[in-house]
């Protein structure tokens, strides 16, 4: 029912910063808890930043955690994620996903986009 696709990935070096998208469709956006996850090669997909309906709760990853910054613009249907200092660790494939409940694990998020390649050299 929910269409979601990410955008503004890319290639940078370390301590720049980038800022993703997630655009919306097919359903009622601002009925769902959305969050960004990424995928390392070798590694499973994790969780690293969540927003709830209204934007007030936040949570981010130890790892991402004061670098990082998630928002959400409900009349336009769109998430985001504001990435500063970026760090080679940071390098993974980034995905937007959309859940009806405020969880953390990749098997409980309904809705997925397709991801957006972030690499960051050193």
């Known amino acids: 029912q929910v269409q979601l696709v990410e955008s503004g990935g890319g290639l940078v070096q370390a301590g720049d910063s980038l800022r993703l998208s997630c655009a919306a469709s097919?359903?009622?956006?601002?009925?769902?808890?959305v969050g960004w996850f990424r995928q390392a090669p070798g590694k499973e997909r994790a969780l690293i930043a969540r927003?709830?309906?209204?934007?007030?709760?936040?949570y981010y990853a130890d790892s991402v955690k004061g670098r990082f910054t998630i928002s959400r613009d409900n009349a336009n249907n769109s998430l985001y994620l504001q990435m500063n200092n970026l760090k080679p660790e940071d390098t993974a494939v980034y995905y937007c996903?959309?859940?009806?409940?405020?969880?953390?694990?990749?098997?409980?998020?309904?809705?997925w986009g397709r991801g957006t390649q972030v690499t960051v050299s050193s």
């Open positions: 996903a959309a859940a009806t409940s405020m969880v953390t694990a990749a098997s409980l998020y309904r809705y």
């Open positions: 927003i709830n309906w209204a934007g007030s709760s936040t």
């Open positions: 097919g359903g009622r956006f601002s009925n769902y808890f």
